[in-house]
Antibody, heavy 116, light 108 residues
């Protein structure tokens, strides 16, 4: 069974940092593109970042470019999102997703709250 | 960047009725890269349709996707109680994703 389990969400002050993790199981993690998508409370889905299967290609939404870094450890079957210089508008549930052109499996999400 | 516009914003229907949801893109792209998701309150989105018209694993055949170019449609032939939810279209291009703003299908 494919499982994606996010962790690392927390309450953080503006300007702070946080690292999200996504533990993958039930499939060959190293063969898949992975993405992060976020959803602010009561709002729609917004793509944040994507990474190819071996980590050599990364892409970011303009809103997070230069502040967020996506990475993966294929030996640990884990996807990461390092978030720096956090802003109030980064407050959202962050989902980890498997897939390249569409997401066939989603994690349950982890909540990041940026507030003083 | 391609912008996806979904209409209507809210669709009020009764169980058993047919739902037709629209997703219009600001420019044309390959049908291979259009997907639809369903999201219920408190849950992660679920993939319904990929490649504009292919149903994902386990998705009942009352869900159908169609369209090409800039105009895409998700149809639900007969609404079941569990189908009342928010639906999003999503496009893949230039190694990034774009989502529509969503259509809420609510019970009339």
């Amino acid at each position: 069974e494919v499982q994606l389990v996010e962790s690392g969400g927390d309450l953080v002050q503006p300007g702070g940092s946080l690292r999200l993790s996504c533990a993958a199981s039930g499939f060959t993690f190293s063969s898949y593109w992975m993405h992060w998508v976020r959803q602010a409370p009561g709002k729609g889905l917004v793509w944040v970042s994507g990474i190819n299967s071996d980590g050599s290609i990364t892409n970011y939404a303009d809103s997070v470019k230069g502040r967020f870094t996506i990475s993966r450890d294929n030996t640990k079957n884990t996807l990461y999102l390092q978030m720096n210089s956090l802003r109030a508008e980064d407050t959202a549930v962050y989902y980890c997703i498997r897939g390249r052109s569409s997401g066939d499996y989603w994690g349950q999400g982890t909540l990041v709250t940026v507030s003083s | 960047e391609i912008v996806l516009t979904q209409s209507p914003g809210t669709l009020s229907l009764s169980p058993g009725e047919r739902a037709t949801l629209s997703c219009t893109a600001s420019q044309s792209f390959s049908t291979s890269y259009l997907a639809w998701y369903q999201q219920k309150p408190g849950q992660a989105p679920r993939l319904l349709i990929y490649g504009a018209s292919s149903r994902a694993t386990g998705i009942p055949d009352r869900f159908a996707g169609s369209g090409f170019g800039t105009d895409f449609t998700l149809s639900i032939s007969r609404l079941e109680p569990e189908d009342f939810a928010v639906y999003y279209c999503q496009q893949y291009g230039s190694s990034s994703w774009t989502f529509g703003q969503g259509t809420k299908v609510e019970i009339k």
